[in-house]
């Protein structure tokens, strides 16, 4: 079978949740059988967003093969349930970067190098490749921006000269786009996406399928009317109402039986979808559930996007042990401060989680968390950064030494490097450029037997991902294990801690490895449902 390309766009204005509506898409046509594979397209000039601020663009995801990439990838994961991996992340920084490595060597033979062809060229190629390498039957790409961005003009143009290459029916353009509702008039207005369409069409692109978003129910008015001045077919005039849950995004298209739809224009025969799992959790999403409070203590407080996949996988692993996640924002630097209403929340919650994350600000109140949750025999998942500070109070604790801490935090250098017990990656230039320098992508952890996190895999060897530049200090070792600590999940090949757990503690885990990001919805990770299940008790 020729592989077909699906193209989703954005109109009116970022964030109406594309990363949603392709990941929806590709899990329904996989569900029907079909191989899917996806790949996001971002405009920014960033080569990845491995040194952006969280505030900027939320976490970065890493894929098996150490590609630091977009939040939207884990979306694609999760729904599709395929491992991803470097060819699905595609910036402007990367394009420009090979083409003018390619200019610098001659290979252009002293050609002028220009947007088009050149740039448009290797956008295609990347499509393409990624296409040919994974295998796939189809190709879901998303362009990231909003369509009259002008750094988002050789993705438009690099997929319009796509179609006419492959065809209209081995492409398919899907735009989404937003409905906005005036209070004054108590109604949604179609205006702005007849106009996004108008700019869109002034490219070259005329859409396939729009999917409409609004936060109010939309009528059969506001369909027929974006169907006529837009030229596209009622049926492909998709409601795309906003949901309690994302999860319920793949049945709620299928309502207007989208898969037919598709199939019909990329002549894919007649297909439908087996909705058994998305039926099953989003019974288990609207069944009436007990509360857990989970604090997830960390420096970006309220910025959900900073902690994606960690909110995912608890939702998730909350999902399948039939409560509702009641997720309680803890700010460690105010727990550092000793602020009372911060304390409260942490000593009120179920279960504590230290996420990931990067520089000293906060990290004494992180230890705070740590020390309340061994003390206390409160359930604690520490993850990355998470399991080093928990190593670093274990070890202030038990070996009466407050100066014990992480080489990352001693900006000073004055504390010493026999008090590391968190070092710098072994074999590293420590003067390194920040960028793509951390262990990345994934790693074997061997498990051993008889212990807590063993009982949790069931299996001797595993695979997870990482992405840190510290280490666990294995000097540290034998005296810690003297004092409680257990060491269940080592590195064969480099002998590194990768989990450490306490004993006598119902669940206290930290993985040097981020386990969020291989949860899926019908499978929560063995770590975040061994976590809940304790938070439970």
Excluded at 272 to 291: F, H, M, Q, R, Y
Excluded at 511 to 518: A, G, I, W
């Amino acid at each position: 079978m020729v592989c077909k390309y699906i193209f989703v766009t954005g109109g009116v204005c970022s964030s109406l949740g594309k990363g949603i509506a392709s990941s929806s898409i590709g899990a329904l046509l996989k569900a029907c059988g079909l191989k899917v594979f996806t790949q996001k397209l971002d405009p920014y000039l960033n080569v990845d967003p491995g040194t952006m601020s969280p505030f900027q663009h939320g976490e970065v995801f890493v894929t098996d093969d150490g590609g630091e990439t977009d939040l939207d990838l884990g979306h694609y994961e999760r729904f599709i349930d395929t491992n991803l991996s470097k060819l699905s992340s595609v910036t402007t920084g990367k394009v420009y970067n090979e083409v003018l490595d390619k200019e610098r060597k001659g290979i252009f033979l002293g050609r002028t190098i220009q947007i088009i062809p050149h740039i448009t060229d290797a956008i295609q190629e990347k499509v393409t490749q990624a296409a040919e390498k994974s295998g796939c039957e189809i190709m879901v790409v998303e362009i990231g921006g909003t369509v009259g961005d002008i750094e988002g003009l050789p993705y438009l143009e690099a997929i319009r000269q796509l179609r006419n290459k492959l065809g209209q029916e081995n492409t398919f353009f899907v735009h989404l786009t937003l409905l906005p509702y005036l209070g004054g008039s108590k109604e949604l207005k179609t205006k702005p996406t007849q106009a996004s369409v108008r700019e869109l069409r002034s490219i070259g692109i005329q859409p396939d399928m729009i999917l409409a978003r609004a936060d109010y129910p939309i009528k059969k008015e506001h369909i027929k009317k974006i169907a006529l001045f837009c030229d596209v077919e009622e049926q492909y005039v998709i409601p795309a109402q906003t949901v309690s849950s994302i999860y319920e995004v793949p049945m709620n298209f299928e309502k207007y039986d989208i898969t037919e739809l598709i199939a019909k224009k990329l002549n894919l025969g007649k297909i439908k979808p087996n909705l058994k799992i998305w039926e099953d959790i989003v019974e288990k999403i609207k069944a009436k559930k007990t509360p857990l409070k989970i604090a997830l203590v960390g420096k970006y407080t309220g910025l959900d996007d900073a902690y994606l996949s960690v909110i995912e996988s608890l939702k998730i692993a909350c999902y399948q042990n039939e409560r509702n996640l009641e997720l309680v924002w803890v700010s460690s630097e105010k727990l550092e401060e000793k602020d009372k209403e911060t304390i409260e929340l942490l000593h009120g919650a179920d279960g504590i989680v230290v996420p990931g994350g990067f520089g000293s600000r906060g990290i004494e109140g992180k230890i705070m968390a740590a020390k309340y949750a061994r003390e206390n025999k409160i359930p604690y998942l520490g993850l990355c950064l998470g399991m080093q500070i928990m190593t670093i109070e274990f070890a202030r604790h038990f070996l009466k030494n407050p100066k014990i801490t992480s080489e990352e935090f001693d900006e000073t250098e004055e504390i010493g490097s026999e008090n590391y017990v968190i070092h710098f990656l072994p074999g590293q230039n420590k003067d390194k450029e920040k960028g793509g320098t951390l262990r990345l992508g994934s790693y074997p952890c061997k498990i051993k037997k008889g212990t807590k996190t063993y009982s949790l895999y069931k299996k001797d060897l595993i695979e997870e991902r990482h992405r840190h530049r510290y280490e666990f200090n294995n000097k540290f070792k034998e005296k810690l294990e003297k004092a409680g600590m257990i060491f269940p999940g080592i590195n064969p090949n480099k002998n590194l801690v990768e989990i450490a757990e306490i004993k006598d503690h119902p669940f206290m885990i930290g993985s040097q490895f981020h386990p969020e990001f291989k949860s899926r919805p019908s499978r929560p990770h063995p770590l975040f449902q061994g976590f809940i299940q304790a938070c439970k008790k």
